[in-house]
């Protein structure tokens, strides 16, 4: 019986009530004879009231206070989390992010972890405690200073301290049952999975997915921590996140997947289709088709800190030398982005530019479509048929992504879930013929 | 110019508005040439609603965790100040007690102050930065656990970085004007005084009067620091408590003193009278008249960890050769009393046991008394004038304090403040004669 990592999250502790049920399975856990070390969320909507509060004496928050105030969010729900176990009887120990030895830059409201130095978690392990660490926080290691890791900063907490004190496993304890094959609100036969691999997982988080974060992720490949994504609401085992299947589920695995009428997942090729449409479309038109072009212009972008996601340059029309450049990025920063091009239009020397928000992006995920030939002819034959025009694409070597209008997205989804025989209803996933992707 | 310790309470700091307005008197102190450092509680009910919750998730919150939780109310205000103050053009910087180099013994929710090493707040001053502390909270000297210095526990953090900072003063913001003659909601023509030696104001903060604790004001005296308590909602002067009347107070004196139509506070006898009504009166019945019979009473009330006040023996009675033995306690503390007063019965070997809350205590405070005669007379006097009956008496070199019922209080606060001159619109202190005390 190893160590294990469980994370809540806010809706897990929203109140008193579900900081009793918490405490109630930690005890369970480590009743079956596991070291427990707990990372926990805010309450429920404390962050949010928090930054309200900021917002009614400063616009413009400062960095280093602001940490300092979000953080005691993590500080209540801690301690009261310690307490609730320790009334069932059993030993328990809260720890803010810098006693828990979360070191991380200096960047407050998006530090990066550095290191992970848990020595008096181990203490207080060692001591037959349950340890329970404030998730989302740390201390910069040059001024010493509270920072926080920024949105889903508590899973990355609860994968450092699962790498840090080498874990078996690093439980993510959220509202919804898993991982699905696809949004569960816009394909009502989405499957949970069971497993699946860190890769796919990558590529569904960057590409819409929002169960766990893409860093996450990230850093649980690095140090192979294998992820257990669960409800905290029901006892049923979630979705696992790791490099290899566990060998332990071969044998759930024909009770829950028969259950559900799905494939074994050995065979599977894709894992899900994910979408995002929190993404908007900017086209740069009529730009000179001639070398350095397009890095002057994604140098403006990039010198203005945005994020760029898809990029396309269409075919120069021979008689004007003159081409499009269209790229995504968040909506967020749309208005940032259209300054700065606009400001760099003479140095660039394009003619106008176009800004489109009414996109969408869909995207399907699988590490078996690099060996299966066929899967981008199935991708493009589903979404024809169900009529959706496609606008831009892009590929990595295990996923494909196109962008399509916003209203298309639903119903693409759809469609190619159905075509790749993940809906909870099929029999077998779909085998592939033919050659090429 | 010199360094300026401010402490404000949760009422102060109750709301956004409340938090702005703390942040413009700061500036404000900070542009008259100062160096700033200011304590701060939790805003308004911010404590009481942290210990609803830990009432809600277990019934006897752990200490450790307990003062986990309590310390983020003060980690909320203390950053939505610095940001208040950044707003407002000022550099400031918050601190937890811990950052802030409270280091405390290790006893939870009521640990007491070992030292003060205030690097960092040295360092943040010499930068020019306002720094913001953190009330009530320190960090334990043996585990590095975050602990909290129990009532009062933010005006001892403001004396104490007062002290270790080597400030000009130390200013308590409060929803008083200052420290009265007497209560004044009691009586209606209390006096706020301008001056308290400390010795005076230790007197009355034993005795009943809430705006300074005795443990703040011990502190103080140790160390030499002047307190200036004055209210956060008005600009006026309150009453400054040191060793000295300070020399600065002389011209301003007749101004106010004139307009309230009081004395020079040069020639005052008595500080004021402070009541009590908090307390109960256990009375243990038929005790032996022997030696060790009163050390094996208090020594059971003792190891119960109760604070007893007064303490009366009757002249016994010869017959029976029993006395009756009566304190007064805490009225919380009552039931435990009770308790381990009954367990040791048959040891003792008393009768039987009375308990009365039903009582109150009326203090008479003033260094003066120590050198001028007549001041116990006029005090009786004014107590039998007013139909007021004495159960208990119990005497310092600079108090008198009495005992009487509940109800008598208001009247005999009353007519010891009026027979003592403290009246706001008599001219002058009364000037005693006789002998004796």
Redesign the interface.
Known sequence: MGLVVQKYGGSSVAD?EG??RV?RRIVDTKKRGHQVVVVVSAMGDTTDE?ID??E???????G???D??L???E??S???????I??LGHE???F?GS?AGVITDSVHNKARIIDVTPG?IRTALDEGNIAIVAGFQGVSQDK?D?TTLGRGGSDTTAVALAAALDAEVCEIYTDVDGVFTADPRVVKKARKMDWIAFEDMLELASSGSKVLLHRCVEYARRYNIPIHVRSSFSGLPGTWVSSERPASLASRDHVSQGSQGGSPVEQAIISGVSHDTSEAKITVVGVPDKPGEAATIFRAVADAEINIDMIVQNVSAAATALTDISFTLPKSEGHKAMEALSRAQTVIGFDSLRYDDQIGKISLVGAGMKTNPGVTATFFEALSNAGVNIELISTSEIRISVVTRADDVNSAVQAVHSAFGLDSDSDEAVVYGGTGR
Chains 1, 2 share one sequence.
């Open positions: 008193a900081i009793k405490a928090l509060l900021a009614q004496v400063s616009p413009i928050p400062a280093r206070e602001f300092m105030l953080t005691a969010g500080r209540i801690m301690a009261l989390l310690a307490m609730a320790k009334n328990a120990q809260s803010t006693q008096r010493k509270i």
